[in-house]
Structure formats: structure tokens, C-alpha cells
């Protein structure tokens, strides 16, 4: 893979930066949400989760095509604006009474609702600050940021729990909103987008405690090592994506890490222990890394530039849509199989996946080439 002198611009950068505080709160905010669930019953969790995929299932077509009519930036101050008021208006109500399942559902669902608006007009704005030829290092740090919001999510969600209380982890939803509405006030003022279609005292102590708590459980131990190793498998490809760019037959090597994965994951029914399962879970995060950072920059390139919206809303519902039967078959095959069944099915699939794409002549022969980007920028000072 040669390397790549091309890197992402400074106002993408900027805009990354608003785009990882509201992962992050919003993270933080739906760990508080389930947990909160969680402690009145599993089906109140899985009602608050359901509650959530639902309303994207249903409206992120939508969402796509209203950013693609609108423009992104106008959707994306909106649809931030109404989450912070959402968020605000939860972290006073849970501060003077403790909500019932009812009103936590209805809380995932206008969450869910407007991330439908949100998700499409959010992953459409590297098509227009960034070249073409950059693509691949942007998406590669966007994925890096916003899968360290999900890993930094929960633990962090569930510290504001602990000492703060369940209304904190609104809270920071409410930051992470605030913080990407400041940042897409400077990005619109910068750029020109086409023309639309407090801490007590012991708190070190506390927090070596729940360390303690964590490595001295033997199952907490393995998900955090199993949770390390796969990151530390994902990461690599990332970063070098970052570094060096992709390679330029994008279309088998997102392939190959397709199947590279799936290999891992069926390999990881026959680990004889939690040593050997962690590095199987290293090698399904490395083709999870190959896949993820070269089908985006080939999806990039193929939008239209009309369409961008609505392009990355059918892939995000591609996405979410098999998760509403796949997570009642798991539950079902789980209660008559072992776990190793599971997993050697997964694995099966995803090579079964990665197999008819290099036997697909677009995606076989998919490279990825120079360009300009979408949007232009104004120059900038300093």
C-alpha cells in the first residue's frame, strides 16, 4: 500500500471534534437510559431498545432524503437542537421524580426519531468538506473517534451513575449537543455547501475500588480483555489507513476483511480458553478494520453527488433493518443451542458474505481514484 500524502482538512478535523462530543453524550446518555431500564426488568430494557431501532428503521429513508433536500448542516443544527431540549427536559424531570417504563420508552423513541434525521446528514458531511483523495484517512479517523465513544461510553455513563446520579448522564447528551451546535455554526461559517435538491474527596479511591471490582470478577475481567483485544485488532488496520491510506483495490481488500472476520468468528467457537479467545478476537477486529475503512471511501465515491443523503440512509438501514429479526432468532437459537452453535453460524455468514462479493465483478474490480470534494471551502487564516 503506497502512502498517501493526503489528509483530511482542517475544518473536517474540527468538525470531528463535534462529532465525537455528541457520540460521546449521546453514549453516555443511552447507557443511562438502558441501565436505568435494566433495573426495573428485561423487558424494560428491551423495550427501551426496541423503542430506539424502531423509528430508525422506519424514518431514516426519510432522514436522508430531507438532508439531501435541505442540505446536511441546516438538518444537523435541528436535529441537534431537539436533542439537547430532549435531553435537558430528561435531566430535569429525572432530577424531581423517578420515571416509570412508559416514559423511558417514549424517551427512546424521540431519541430514535431524530437520529433517523440526524445519522444520514452526519455521514454525508465527509463527502463534502473533504477530496476524494483523502476519503479513506477521514473516514479512518471518524471511525476511530466514534468507536471510542461507544467503548468510552458506558464506562463513563456509568460513573456519572454512581456519583452523580442517573439525571448526569443527560447531562452530557446535553454537552455533546451543545458542543457539535457551536461546531456547525463555525463549519457553515467557513464553508460553502452546494445549493440543496463536583468530586468529594475519596473519589480516587472510588474509582480504584470499581478497577478493583472489574479485574477481580472473573467474567467483568474477560468481557473488558475480549472488548481490548478485539479494539486492539480493529485499530490496526485503522491506523494504518490513517497513516498510509487505503489501498486502491478497495472493493476485494473490504472483501477479504469481510471474510477475514468471519473466519475469526468461527474459529472463536473452538477456543479452548479466554488467552486463545482474545487473539481470535484481535484477528475478527482486524477484518472488521480492513472491511469498515474500505467499503466507506468506495460507497463515498460511488454517491451521487445529489443523493449523498438518501445514499447513506438505505446503507444505514441495511444496517439497523436485519437487527430487528436477528436479535429475536439469536435470543431463540440461544435458548436450544450452545453458544459455540452461535458462533459458528455468524462466522459461516459473514465468510458466506465476503465470498459472493469477490464473486461480484463491481465489487471485485472497485478501485478507488482521486477527486475533488463536494463542498468548497473558504481559504483559511492561520
Known sequence: MARSEHGPPRLYRVWLTGAGATAL??????????WHAALIGPGAAAAVLTAQIVPRVLLTLHGGALSDRVGALPVMV?????????????????????????????????????????????????????????????????????????????????AAITFLGLPATYGAGVLGYLV??????????????????????????????????????????????????????????????????????????????????????????????????????????????VFSTHVGPLFMAACPSGAVGRAHAVLTLAQWLPLLVANPVIGVLARAHPVSVLLLLWGAGACAAGAAALGTRAFRTAVLSGGTRRGEQEPENG
Open 78 to 158: 435541528a436535529a441537534n437542537a431537539v436533542l439537547g431540549a430532549l435531553a435537558a427536559v430528561g435531566a430535569l424531570a429525572m432530577s424531581v421524580v423517578d420515571p416509570g417504563p412508559a416514559a423511558m420508552v417514549a424517551t427512546a423513541l424521540a431519541l430514535g426519531t431524530v437520529d433517523a434525521v440526524n445519522i444520514p446528514a452526519s455521514a454525508s458531511v465527509p463527502e463534502l468538506l473533504v477530496p476524494s483523495e483523502a476519503m479513506g484517512r477521514a473516514l479512518a479517523a471518524r471511525q476511530i473517534v466514534l468507536q471510542g465513544a461507544v467503548l468510552c461510553g458506558p464506562p463513563l455513563g456509568g
Open 180 to 289: 457539535m451546535l457551536a461546531v456547525l455554526r463555525l463549519v457553515g461559517s467557513r464553508t460553502r455547501f452546494p445549493a440543496s435538491a463536583d468530586a468529594g474527596p475519596g473519589l480516587n479511591r472510588q474509582v480504584g475500588e470499581g478497577l478493583s471490582t472489574v479485574f477481580g470478577t472473573p467474567l467483568l475481567r474477560a468481557v473488558v480483555l475480549l472488548t481490548g483485544a478485539f479494539g486492539v485488532g480493529m485499530a490496526g488496520p485503522t491506523a494504518l489507513v490513517l497513516w498510509r491510506g487505503t489501498a486502491r483495490r478497495a472493493g476485494p481488500a473490504a472483501a477479504l476483511g469481510m471474510v477475514t472476520a468471519g473466519a475469526g468468528i468461527a474459529v472463536a467457537a473452538f477456543a479452548p480458553g479466554p488467552v486463545a479467545f482474545c487473539l481470535v478476537s484481535s484477528l475478527v477486529g482486524l477484518g472488521t478494520g
Open 25 to 34: 453524550g449521546t453514549q453516555i446518555l443511552v447507557f443511562g437510559l438502558v
